[in-house]
């Protein structure tokens, strides 16, 4: 079973400031992905990448995937209130039949305060 | 357009009660997962669909079993309700590179 290992679990800081959020393994993922999720709704997608060392931005956000494709990081500038909620990463199984299976890491509750 | 849909949203068993949770996709997607989650461990996958027909076990099928009725749907079934699977349960499906989450079902076993 691959493991990811997200961290830090909280997060709590004041709006304007940055912070990065870090998933790691000793596995190598075909990709990796990034989830958000409000209480009481289901992780929605925020990107996925595929490529080692890969770099996408959303906004104030930047995804980077590790030259090795076995850790990830989200950074994210200038933090506002509404970026509140659960971050999830995801690595999907190198090779083989695995249709989608993915492995979570435990997950980051961010609070941003006004 | 719906997406992933489930049924119910919440549920309260006593344990043995058996229960089955519902699980639509209106996406024409052929993989169907899936998941439960508990505070602190993310989401860990307790069975999935790659297409109509088959379904695998995942990383913690014990006490569960699904069912693939046909493309849009896959249900899960608790046969014998624990307290151990208290917890919230996703279903999704699968396009290229996006799993699509429904809205979760809140489950407690007392």
């Known amino acids: 079973t691959q493991l990811l290992e997200q961290s830090p679990q909280f997060l709590s800081i004041q709006e304007g400031e940055n912070l990065t959020v870090y998933c790691n393994s000793s596995s190598v993922f075909s990709s990796l992905q990034w989830y958000r999720q409000e209480p009481g709704e289901g992780p929605v997608l925020l990107v996925t990448v595929v490529t080692g060392g890969e770099v996408k931005k959303l906004k104030r956000l930047t995804f980077q995937f590790g030259d090795a494709r076995k850790d990830s990081s989200l950074h994210i500038t200038a933090a506002q209130p509404g970026d509140t909620g659960l971050y999830l990463c995801a690595g999907e199984e190198a090779g083989g039949t695995s249709y989608g299976k993915l492995t979570f890491g435990q997950g980051t509750i961010l609070t941003v305060h006004p | 357009n719906a997406g992933v849909t489930q049924t119910p949203k919440f549920q309260v068993l006593k344990t043995g009660q058996s229960m089955t949770l519902q699980c639509a996709q209106d996406m024409n997607h052929n993989s169907m997962y899936w998941y439960r989650q508990d505070p602190g461990m993310g989401l860990r996958l307790i069975y999935y669909?790659?297409?109509?027909?088959?379904?695998d076990k995942g990383e913690v099928p014990n006490g569960y079993n699904v069912s693939r009725l046909n493309k849009r749907e896959f249900s899960l079934r608790l046969e014998s309700a624990a307290p151990s699977q208290t917890s919230v349960y996703f279903c999704?499906?699968?396009?290229?590179?996006?799993?699509?989450f429904g809205p979760g079902t809140r489950l407690t076993v007392t």
């Open positions: 669909s790659a297409s109509e027909g088959t379904t």
């Open positions: 999704a499906s699968r396009s290229v590179y996006e799993q699509y």
